[in-house]
């Protein structure tokens, strides 16, 4: 019954479901970068030198062979260095894009956390932290000039 009610508290704090979210954003994002690749990026490179489909690139290191019937008895064996291509171009569009993400949200939490900056609402632990330390320094103050 314990592992239960450790559940229920999981999932109500929101943990699983910012995780739940995140994993759906992830896959559709994923879905998105791959299009992106193979029908924006890729074409026109393909057209840049002379009609290579980079996808179907590879090293064939043994041919396949068929039988008399056209069966095929083994298959070839090969690199796809051309797949590779594409996902290290998925990987860097990626980076890039979380890249510029994330310096998007820390810029907008920078803000928030900014006290003196009216034009951003400032989350309550950060205003209530910034009027503490301003209590701090009253204090360090008057304490100064009671010893002084």
Known sequence: M???????????????????????????????????????????????????????KRIILKDAVNHADGTVQLEEVAIGYGALGEALLDFLIIGFTVFIVVKFMNRLRNRAQNTEDKTVATPKDIELLSKLTELMEEQNDLLKKAKG
């Open 2 to 56: 314990d592992l239960f009610k450790e559940f229920k508290e999981f999932a109500v704090k929101g943990n699983m479901m910012d995780m739940a979210i995140g994993i759906i954003i992830g896959a559709a994002f994923n879905k998105v970068i791959d299009v992106l690749v193979k029908k924006v990026f890729l074409p026109p490179l393909s057209l840049l030198t002379d009609g290579v489909n980079f996808e179907n």
